[in-house]
């Protein structure tokens, strides 16, 4: 199973960006596939994650201002961030596994996103 995730970047406070995640490999292995950011010296944390059905689950900090979507045809999953805020500044991760509340046993590259105020 592989995880390639793009999109990061730097953009201004009420910025925007768009991550992307394409797997491969994944046979039936991931259903869920997620996003977590790591900030210096702070732990992952789940920003959002999606069920190949639809179902999404959001941390609360990020709510009304990003919106997790995906392509199961594509396996891929994208993040579009709005109104972005500099306490979202980190380095954000593809997530894949079979639950909406666990992390997945795979993980993408990490992608670095700075907002700056």
């Known amino acids: 199973v592989q995880l390639q995730a793009s999109g990061g970047g730097l953009v201004q406070s009420g910025g925007s960006l768009r991550l992307s995640c394409a797997a491969s490999?994944?046979?039936?292995?991931?259903?869920?596939m997620g996003w977590y950011r790591q900030a210096p010296g702070n732990q992952r944390e789940l920003v959002a994650a999606i069920t190949d059905g639809g179902d999404t689950r959001y941390v609360e900090s990020v709510k009304g201002r990003f919106t997790i979507s995906r392509d199961n045809a594509k396996n891929t999953v994208y993040l579009q961030m709005n109104n972005l805020k500099p306490e979202d500044s980190a380095v954000y991760f593809c997530?894949?596994?079979?639950?909406?509340?666990?992390?997945?046993?795979?993980w993408g590259q990490g992608t670095l996103v700075t907002v700056s105020s």
């Open positions: 997530n894949g596994g079979r639950s909406l509340y666990l992390r997945g046993e795979y």
């Open positions: 490999g994944t046979g039936d292995s991931i259903n869920v």
